[in-house]
């Protein structure tokens, strides 16, 4: 079946650190990727997307690129935020409805 | 325009009760999906609705049901509730049943079952 394996955390970085949370995923078809955030007592929100290989998704300084080769999805962000501090998942679709998949999530504090 | 709301909050039940939990799509969204977020994981399709008909559904017991009204709002009824049914309860709506459309989630209801 479908899967998503990512790090898990907590991740603690100081403000203006570079973050990387790694994500690999496993499908039976072809999939399209995602980057869900989760800030504290909200809903999830769509973060960026990749819908095939070698496409980038980028938003709000964050960037992952779809490698169908290492069937990876990496997210990045060179200087990050206290406002960054949130739950990331690292989730994958495929299929004809909207059946998401979700890692377990990584949760990232960043200190002052 | 409105995002999804979803009521109530925070619920509490006993082993065996039945609960109802509801969702009010965005403005404009026909579709509606629900997860189950377990303490530490990440959440799991129940199932999606559209058109007041379920067409799509997770790996999760017939216990698990689901209405969606013509308004698009949806209900999901969890019967003869066990332990591990606690979770959070996540609702998404989108503007139609496509998978390239985008899932635009509520904040969740939290179910504890004791």
Request: hydrophobic share 30%; glycine share 10%; charged share 15%.
């Amino acid at each position: 079946g479908d899967s998503v394996t990512q790090m898990e955390g907590p991740v603690t970085l100081s403000e203006e650190a570079f973050l990387t949370i790694n994500c690999t995923y496993t499908a039976t078809g072809y999939p399209s990727l995602f980057w869900y955030v989760q800030y504290p007592g909200e809903g999830l929100q769509l973060l960026l997307k990749a819908t095939k290989a070698d496409d980038k998704g980028s938003n709000k300084g964050f960037e992952a690129t779809y490698r169908k080769e290492t069937t990876s999805f990496h997210l990045e962000k060179g200087s990050v935020q206290v406002s960054d501090s949130a739950v990331y998942f690292c989730a994958l679709k495929v299929g004809g409805y909207q059946k998401v998949t979700f890692g377990i999530g990584t949760k990232l504090q960043v200190i002052p | 325009e409105t995002g999804v709301t979803q009521s109530p909050t925070h619920l509490i039940k006993t082993r065996g009760q039945q609960v109802t939990l509801r969702c009010s799509s965005q403005s404009g969204h026909n579709t509606v999906s629900w997860y189950q977020q377990a303490l530490g994981q990440g959440p799991q399709f129940i199932f999606q609705y559209y058109r007041e008909e379920e067409n799509g559904r997770g790996n999760f017991p017939p216990r698990f049901s689901g209405l969606q009204f013509p308004n698009y709002s949806s209900e999901l009824n969890v019967n003869a509730l066990e332990l591990d049914d606690s979770a959070l309860y996540l609702c998404a709506s989108s503007l139609s049943p496509q998978p390239n459309e985008k899932l635009f989630f509520g904040s969740g209801t939290q179910l504890s079952v004791l």
